[in-house]
C-alpha cells in the first residue's frame, strides 16, 4: 500500500516553456502533498505543503509565482514550473501523507532538464 | 530551523552489518525516519521510530534512539549489494514536514 505516482519522469524541455509535473496517491486519499527539490549529491529541500483544496504553503525563498501548486483532490497535486530556465534543472519529487501524523510516502521524482 | 547532521560515506564488505548515523537539533520530534534512495529514484521507506522509543527492529534493520543526545542509527545486518544506496535520517516536525539529513551513501562491496 501507500504508493505515490510521479509523472513525467524525465523531461528535457526549451527555456521559457512551463512544464506541469503531477503527483499521485494510487490508494491512499492524500490530505497533504509535498514538493522538494533535489541538486546532485544532495538532500532534499522542501519547496512547498499543499493540503488538498487549499492554497500551498511555500517555504521561505522559494517563488509561488514561479512554482505553482494545484491540489485539487485528495490523489492529485501538480506542480508547474512556469516559464523554466535551465538553473530551474533539477530533480523534483513529490511525497503524500494522509490525516494525522503518518509517515510520508514518495514518488519516483522528476528529473527536469531546461536546455 | 530544524537541523539534521549525517556523515556521507560508507563503505561495506557484502554480509558484514552497516551502521549509520544521524542527529538532529529538534527536540520535539514525534517520529524519526529513515529513507533509501536510489540512483534516479525517489525516497523509499524503510522503518521509523516513534520518539518515546529506544529502540525498533524490523527483519535487517535495527533503529537506535538516543532521544537525550538527540542521535539516530540504522544498522543493516548481512548487508547486500542491494542495499547499495544513499540512506537519510528525517525528523518529523510542524505539520507533518520533514527535515532531511545530507544523506549517507552507502556502498557495499560483493
Known amino acids: 500500500g501507500a504508493v505515490v505516482s510521479q509523472h513525467p519522469s524525465w523531461v528535457i524541455c526549451k527555456s521559457g516553456t512551463s512544464v506541469k509535473i503531477e503527483c499521485r496517491s494510487l490508494?491512499?486519499?492524500?490530505?497533504?502533498m509535498f514538493w522538494y527539490r533535489q541538486f546532485p549529491k544532495q538532500s532534499l529541500m522542501l519547496m512547498a505543503t499543499?493540503?488538498?483544496?487549499?492554497?500551498?504553503?511555500?517555504e521561505q525563498g522559494v517563488e509561488k509565482d514561479k512554482f505553482l501548486i494545484n491540489h485539487a483532490s485528495l490523489t492529485l497535486s501538480t506542480l508547474t514550473v512556469t516559464s523554466a530556465h535551465p538553473e530551474d534543472s533539477s530533480f523534483y519529487i513529490c511525497?503524500?501523507?494522509?490525516?494525522?501524523?503518518?509517515?510520508?510516502?514518495f514518488g519516483d521524482g522528476t528529473r527536469l532538464s531546461i536546455l | 530551523g530544524e537541523d539534521v547532521e549525517q556523515s556521507l560515506f560508507l563503505s561495506v564488505r557484502e554480509g558484514d552489518s552497516s551502521v549509520i548515523n544521524c542527529t538532529y537539533t529538534?527536540?520535539?520530534?514525534?517520529?524519526l525516519y529513515w529513507y533509501k534512495q536510489e540512483p534516479g529514484a525517489g525516497l523509499q521507506l524503510l522503518t521509523y521510530?516513534?520518539?518515546?522509543?529506544d529502540m525498533k527492529q524490523d527483519q535487517r534493520l535495527t533503529v537506535l534512539l538516543n532521544k537525550k543526545d538527540k542521535h539516530l542509527s540504522l544498522r543493516i545486518a548481512d548487508t547486500q549489494t542491494g542495499d547499495s544506496a544513499i540512506y537519510f535520517c528525517?525528523?518529523?516536525?510542524?505539520?507533518?514536514?520533514?527535515?532531511f539529513g545530507k544523506g549517507n551513501q552507502v556502498v557495499v562491496i560483493p
Open positions: 511525497s503524500a501523507t494522509s490525516v494525522g501524523a503518518q509517515p510520508q510516502h
Open positions: 490508494d491512499f486519499q492524500a490530505t497533504t
Open positions: 499543499s493540503n488538498e483544496g487549499s492554497k500551498a504553503t511555500y
Open positions: 529538534d527536540s520535539s520530534s514525534t517520529y
Open positions: 521510530i516513534f520518539s518515546n522509543m
Open positions: 528525517a525528523d518529523g516536525y510542524g505539520n507533518n514536514r520533514l527535515a
